[in-house]
């Protein structure tokens, strides 16, 4: 019996609430038991006898009687957290892993960790396993909380992540590390504990918090694990509310790490052949502007460190100006500067041209002292790689423009400029196919609406452009689209029970060849009109909108209609 239909018989939900509940549960990541808790309509203990019956499990009423079993929990770091609260527990001789719900990724831990031969699983609610938790461990692991900082900052740079968040959960703090497949926790911290790491990170920041303000800050971290490599870490402080603490001075902690990441080849990334060939082109250039656009995370740098590995084989000089610098690059033509409150884009790109590079990175055009000096590099001979924050490629003229930018010059100096994101692609395991009409109705309108405006755009352009572009040209396959993949059930073992695998970037190239140059050039005034500047570049270069490249994904099964939406708005 599904858990609705369970509640329902029971007397604990009604046939409006569930129908809510589905709806929501459809256009989100959460499980239905959750979204039943969060919207007040059953408690977590209706949820967790639910599951236990469900599964054949042992139903633990309460965990404080029981005897916890603080070594094995100790040995195992807490490492079931990653996924979900659990403890584990010694009843009757038996070894119990009591966690809030069965997931992929601890029933596979279970199946392949030879530590866990013979455990059982039981359940209970996350509240009483926290509450377990909090009595036995928090506080007494004997480490400080400078200690528990620095080696979270070593587990995150040992596992790649981009990002460490320290974030308050029901009366606790977790410390969770971003990964490719989600994100993991790390550390159960009190509520006393975790905000006096997050004090611990303003000191080594040289700032002050107040009460409702937040704060950008920056440190350097020193890795032990790296033999003394300087790690430089960009925090974000987020001041919270909370009903309890009033008169207290709450706060968050996003912690981004720079400084060992890896930057791989055009290729390794994952971009496609003609992708890859397309930025290789920079290397042909003298000259100019190559402009990365999107939003924070989505990987320009990355890509950019892997066009100036390549730009490093003319054995020319390369500057690069960043705040702070990213991926320390080794190759010896290449020299990286980070900029400071005292030194910022505009003087750095002053002291660069007096070194007279031929290639410069500058991290951001955020003003339009930095844009004119830019300009003033790019005619002088240098190949200029930037980026501007812009909801796409093409409204970079907007952006400019805003920043009093002469556009008409600019634009004869301008190369190539991308938009790029970063997307989860389903589990080619468990990843299912479900007809449209089952989607909720405001998915299957959107759907709608987009089919009609991506046709719209194509039949502006000639059949052969139309059919390179997109395989689905001719009205015909258009309107015969009629399913869309989702992600699969839970208990997957390939993705850990996520859905999704390993991210993926997805890049829109504009390429501003002589024949976009020359169409353009007989009415500049299209660079203010972006659909004829969209027909044009369709038309003469290899350009393909990120809308298009994610309805294909979305028609192979390759994404699911929450990353369609995301990928092309």
Known sequence: MKIGEYLISKGKLTDTQLKDALFVQSISEKRLGDILIENGYVNDTDVA????????????????????????????????????????????????????????????????????????????????????????????????????????????????????????SENFYLMVIDTDSGQETIRVLSLESGQRIINIIATNCQVTLKKGEGLDAKFIFISNVYKGVKVNIRVAFLPISSKLDRELALFEAVLRIHGLNKAFDLGYIGFSDNKADVLRKSYTYPNGFIIATGPTGSGKTTTFYAMLKLLAQKKRSIITIEDPVEIELKEPNITQMNISDDFGYAEAIRIMLRSEPHTMMIGEIRDDITAKHALIAAETGHLVLTTLHTNSSLSVFSR?????????????????????????????????????????????????????????????????????????????????????????????????????????????????????????????????????????????????????????????????PITYFNLSR
């Open 400 to 560: 400019l423009k805003s920043l009093n930018v002469d556009l008409t010059h600019f634009f004869s100096l301008l190369r190539i400029v991308t938009a790029q994101r970063l997307y989860s692609p389903l589990c080619p395991t468990c990843k299912k196919r479900v007809s449209v009409d089952m989607l909720p109705s405001l998915y299957r309108h959107s759907l709608e609406e987009n089919l009609k405006f991506t046709f719209n755009m194509l039949s502006g352009v000639d059949y052969q452009t139309k059919e390179r572009v997109a395989h689905f040209a001719s009205s015909e396959e258009i309107t015969g689209f009629n399913s869309v993949c989702v992600r699969g059930e839970k208990y997957c073992d390939d993705c850990g029970g996520t859905g999704y695998i390993k991210r993926k970037p997805m890049i829109e190239i504009v390429e501003f060849n002589d024949a976009v140059k020359e169409e353009i050039y007989n009415d500049l005034t299209i660079l203010s009109n972006n659909s004829k500047l969209e027909q044009i570049l369709i038309n003469l270069s290899n350009f393909e909108p990120l809308k298009i490249q994610a309805f294909q994904s979305l028609v192979n099964g390759e994404i699911d």
């Open 49 to 168: 006898i639910y599951l236990a019956q469900d599964s054949g499990r042992e139903y633990f009423k309460e965990l404080n009687s029981e005897s916890i079993n603080k070594s094995e929990n100790e040995r195992s770091g807490f490492s079931f957290l990653y996924d979900i609260p659990a403890i584990i527990i010694k009843k009757a001789g038996e070894n119990y892993i009591v966690c809030s719900g069965i997931t992929g990724s601890l029933s596979e831990r279970m199946a392949f960790d030879k530590n866990l031969n013979g455990f059982k699983i039981g359940l209970s609610t996350k509240r009483k396993i926290y509450e377990a938790l909090n009595k036995t461990f928090i506080n007494k692991s004997g480490s400080s909380e400078k200690e528990i900082l620095n080696e979270a900052l070593e587990i995150a740079l040992l596992k790649c992540s981009p990002n460490i968040r320290i974030k308050r």
